[in-house]
């Protein structure tokens, strides 16, 4: 209770507030340099986070298009693709058939427009003062339509420009030369591009053929692929050149002279199948 206590306990006092600030302050110290040390790592930790962040978001924002630019560059194809497909397999069927129906009356207007051109150049070569002229044009492309006409008659090759005038068939020029051999009474041979023809030779060719020719000599086992033939002088390695000389060659000559000069009439409107037909299927049996 004495001042001197008093005074010593208020020092005392003073001592322990001054440590106790000291105390306080070098803890605040501590704490702002802990913290100070520990702010660098949370706000690494943080940029690192946040770069994380960015990242994901930018590959996600990279990620999203390319998925959606490829759904939708590939379905809207998907979807064009398949109905392109349907039509085009639908509408192949009606194209060809469209071009086979438009094709075949084509066809028939080309050769009726030709047989047209061939009637009137015929009708003009009757009609003239001219007893022989060039073949004309339209009834050569009509004769080289005809069936087998592509090929020669005896040997077989292909665009044959000679014709034997007695049968009404076309000849290469090696067999032209075989058919000269066998004398006017048998075969009479032209050029279809150099010689002159008279009326009734081109009628000749236009109402003759190498098919209707061909089925003729089968018909009378008189073709290189026969089994059989009626003669013993007759083999396949000289048939192509007895044959003309044949009864059934001969009747073959003289029934299409006959057909010409009787059953054919102007103006020329083309072959006339029901009598070519008789002729062919007239009796020739042991005509050989």
């Given at each position: 209770g004495s001042p001197h206590c008093t005074a010593t306990v208020r020092m005392n006092a003073c001592v322990i507030s001054d440590d106790d600030d000291e105390n306080m302050e070098h803890s605040n110290k501590h704490r702002t340099a802990s913290a100070s040390n520990a702010h660098p790592s949370t706000s690494a930790t943080a940029n690192a986070t946040t770069k994380q962040r960015q990242q994901q978001q930018l590959q996600s924002m990279t990620r999203l298009p390319a998925r959606t630019s490829r759904s939708s560059s590939c379905s809207p194809k998907k979807q064009r693709l398949i109905p392109t497909s349907v039509s085009a397999s639908s509408s192949s069927t009606p194209s060809s058939s469209a071009t086979t129906t438009t094709a075949a009356?084509?066809?028939?207007?080309?050769?009726?427009?030709?047989?047209?051109?061939?009637?009137?150049?015929?009708?003009?070569?009757?009609?003239?003062?001219?007893?022989?002229?060039?073949?004309?044009?339209?009834?050569?492309?009509?004769?080289?339509?005809?069936?087998?006409?592509?090929?020669?008659?005896?040997?077989?090759?292909?665009?044959?420009?000679?014709?034997?005038?007695?049968?009404?068939?076309?000849?290469?020029?090696?067999?032209?030369?075989?058919?000269?051999?066998?004398?006017?009474?048998?075969?009479?041979?032209?050029?279809?591009?150099?010689?002159?023809?008279?009326?009734?030779?081109?009628?000749?060719?236009?109402?003759?053929?190498?098919?209707?020719?061909?089925?003729?000599?089968?018909?009378?086992?008189?073709?290189?692929?026969?089994?059989?033939?009626?003669?013993?002088?007759?083999?396949?390695?000289?048939?192509?050149?007895?044959?003309?000389?044949?009864?059934?060659?001969?009747?073959?000559?003289?029934?299409?002279?006959?057909?010409?000069?009787?059953?054919?009439?102007?103006?020329?409107?083309?072959?006339q199948q029901p009598q070519r037909k008789r002729m062919l299927s007239s009796s020739t049996s042991n005509i050989v």
């Open positions: 009356p084509r066809s028939a207007n080309a050769m009726l427009s030709l047989q047209n051109l061939a009637t009137a150049e015929l009708e003009e070569f009757r009609q003239s003062s001219d007893q022989e002229r060039s073949f004309p044009v339209a009834c050569q492309r009509l004769v080289a339509r005809l069936p087998g006409n592509a090929n020669c008659m005896d040997c077989g090759r292909p665009h044959p420009q000679w014709a034997t005038v007695s049968f009404g068939a076309l000849i290469c020029l090696d067999c032209a030369g075989h058919h000269r051999s066998f004398g006017v009474s048998t075969s009479t041979v032209r050029s279809i591009t150099m010689d002159h023809w008279k009326l009734h030779e081109i009628l000749s060719l236009l109402e003759g053929g190498n098919q209707q020719l061909s089925v003729f000599f089968q018909r009378h086992h008189l073709h290189p692929q026969t089994t059989s033939f009626q003669s013993q002088h007759i083999t396949k390695q000289n048939v192509i050149q007895i044959r003309y000389k044949t009864k059934a060659g001969q009747f073959y000559r003289h029934q299409l002279l006959y057909h010409i000069q009787n059953s054919v009439s102007f103006p020329y409107v083309g072959r």
